[in-house]
């Protein structure tokens, strides 16, 4: 525990003194947690007692008690005098891990429910910090990158079998590397009843530019049957009505799950099938280097937007928005590699690839962007596919197409950054000789229209209409990634 929450955790917090950052506060909705409540009932109308292991103000728990449904609720801070369930002041972590070392044939905890708002920014990162070494030891099986992460995975080793959980929470969990553990372990424990993407805007009013789902699992795999899938909408006001509405979206298991070898368990959500078919093809990795570059430890020192001496080499980070042609060209130091020998945190990834001209991605933001890579150029820690001149337009055609934006923002990555590890994955179609050919001719003109900053809308539709033809795609999934695209920022 940091010395800040540390204090904190010895008085009562008013509204005015939270630092909100600080112990990753953010409230639940009423409508959510009442949703919650109903979504537990639904499925267990027998339970009697409930946990929230990190209870705050009791937002979640209040719903329970009005059911007369014994409640506890823990948390490392006391924010207030009175609190209606039976609430013990500590830290969660530490309480389970004093649990499952208690006896040898621990069964689960006592509770039919568990409901949890777990926390997930700055401070837990200190908290990590602080504790790595005992929280690596006690989250072996799902690592310490997150609080939400460890405290989910905690509930999931408490809960008794067929205990019941409803969490909402921050959602790189559902896609990113990082999770693939957790995936792995709620998968092999527990039964999926529900997962529903929250809008953006469900805790901007609270200062957190956050995207958040709604998870209900079960403890067991007996219980597993269709999952009710909501995917993301665009406004808390549609979020509302979506909630209301009876008419669920059911989906298999797996339908849900991108189960293939080369996948790591991704939960998708809402994706066409025959979209989820295309995982079936070679990706980008089977048929090209697909790589990150250069990672300089310290950019204002080695990198210039001006071309004076040493800052010579072409050097290409993200390209942003840009499609098919970037000019955010900068300049690394020519003596690069020397300086790699000496500094440590000055690292070169793929040295043979040097210089090879290629295409490459964007990586921050929530756009996924391909880029023509000049020959005799150097690359940042972005995702750089190195082909040859032939491969060159119809692969840069294809990264750009509304389709692939969709397959990495709407399936592969719906959060953080579009490393090579995620883009190395795409499935690439078989093009005849004759598509790579159209694709070609297309993406070399997008190319030269865009380095002359003229409109690249009809090129692109081009490439759309070939591309979605070629991946045989219903008119109801055409439809579907179009509008995706269209709402990217809000929908991812
Ligand atoms: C996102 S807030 C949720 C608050 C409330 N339950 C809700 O749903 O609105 C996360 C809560 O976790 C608490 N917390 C943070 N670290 C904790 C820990 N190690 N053990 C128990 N509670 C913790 C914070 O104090 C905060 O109340």
């Not at 990264?399 to 994955?425: A, E, K």
Request: aromatic letters at 12%.
């Amino acid at each position: 525990m940091g010395r800040k929450a540390k204090v904190l955790s010895e008085k009562i917090v008013d509204d005015e003194y939270i630092d909100k950052r600080l112990v990753g506060y953010y409230s639940t909705p009423d409508f959510i947690s009442e949703y919650i409540k109903d979504r537990l009932i639904e499925i267990k109308g027998d339970g009697k007692e409930l946990l929230d292991p990190c209870c705050g103000r009791e937002e979640m728990v209040l719903p329970f008690l009005r059911e007369d449904i014994k409640s506890d609720g823990i948390d490392l801070i006391r924010y207030k005098n009175e609190y209606s369930c039976n609430f013990l002041n500590t830290d969660f972590i530490k309480f389970y891990y004093d649990k499952i070392n208690e006896g040898s044939n621990f069964n689960g905890l006592k509770y039919d429910y568990y409901i949890l708002n777990p926390p997930y920014n700055c401070h837990e990162v200190e908290y990590i910090r602080k504790n790595k070494d005992i929280l690596r030891h006690v989250f072996n099986d799902v690592g310490t990158s997150n609080m939400y992460s460890m405290f989910i995975s905690a509930v999931i080793d408490l809960a008794k079998d067929g205990a019941v959980i409803g969490i909402i929470t921050q959602d790189s969990f559902l896609s990113s590397k990082t999770y693939k553990k957790l995936r792995k372990k709620i998968l092999e424990k527990c039964s999926i009843h529900e997962i529903t993407m929250c809008p953006t805007d469900l805790f901007l009013k609270q200062g957190a530019d956050v995207r958040t789902s709604i998870l209900i699992l079960q403890k067991g795999l007996d219980y597993q049957r269709n999952i009710k899938i909501n995917n993301r909408c665009l406004s808390t006001k549609d979020f509302k009505n979506k909630l209301l509405d009876s008419d669920k979206q059911l989906y298999s298991l797996n339908e849900v799950i991108l189960d293939s070898k080369k996948d790591n368990n991704e939960f998708i959500i809402e994706c066409p099938s025959d979209i989820k078919e295309l995982f079936n093809l070679p990706r980008v990795e089977d048929k090209f280097k697909c790589i990150s570059g250069i990672s300089t430890g310290n950019d204002k020192k080695y990198l210039s937007i001006e071309k004076i001496e040493p800052f010579v080499v072409p050097f290409y980070k993200n390209p942003g928005k840009d499609k098919f042609f970037t000019n955010k060209e900068i300049y690394l130091d020519r003596n690069f590699l020397d300086i790699e020998k000496i500094k440590p945190n000055f690292i070169v990834r793929n040295k043979e690839y040097l210089y090879k001209s290629g295409i490459i991605c964007s990586s921050m933001g929530v756009q996924f962007t391909a880029c023509v890579l000049p020959i005799n150029s150097t690359f940042g820690v972005n995702s750089c596919i190195i082909c040859d001149e032939e491969d060159k337009y119809w692969l840069l055609a294809y990264l750009n197409s509304n389709l692939v934006t969709y397959i990495v923002r709407g399936i592969l990555i719906r959060s953080n950054m579009i490393t090579s590890g995620y883009v190395s994955r795409i499935p690439v179609l078989n093009f005849s000789k004759e598509i790579k050919d159209e694709l070609s001719s297309l993406g070399k003109v997008a190319y030269l229209y865009s380095k002359e900053n003229k409109d690249i809308n009809l090129f692109l539709e081009g490439i759309n209409r070939i591309i979605n033809k070629e991946a045989k795609l219903s008119s109801k999934s055409i439809l579907y990634i179009n509008e995706f695209k269209k709402e990217l920022i809000r929908l991812t």
